[in-house]
């Protein structure tokens, strides 16, 4: 899937490279850094993706409205910085 996306253009090429190289810096900073993305990534994501799936519509129209009121206030801070 990742070759569909990154492979055809070839400025994108280099995307996946950078990100496992600044993945790698991390880890070898912050050890605790593995753990907490794999937790994140193969569980902790994909159980509220599921679990909005099976829950009234309200639910998920509230929850992704609060997380882009979130992402939108991060942005604003970040430019205000």
Do not use: D, E
């Amino acid at each position: 899937m990742g070759m569909l996306f990154f492979y055809p253009i070839p400025f994108t090429r280099n995307i996946p490279i950078y990100l496992a190289k600044q993945f790698g810096n991390i880890t070898a900073k912050h050890r605790w850094f593995a753990l907490v993305y794999i937790f994140s990534v193969f569980l902790a994501i994909p159980a509220i993706l599921l679990g909005l799936s099976f829950a009234p519509s309200w639910v998920l129209f509230t929850f992704l409205g609060s997380f882009c009121g979130l992402l939108a206030f991060v942005g604003f801070v970040t430019v205000l910085q």
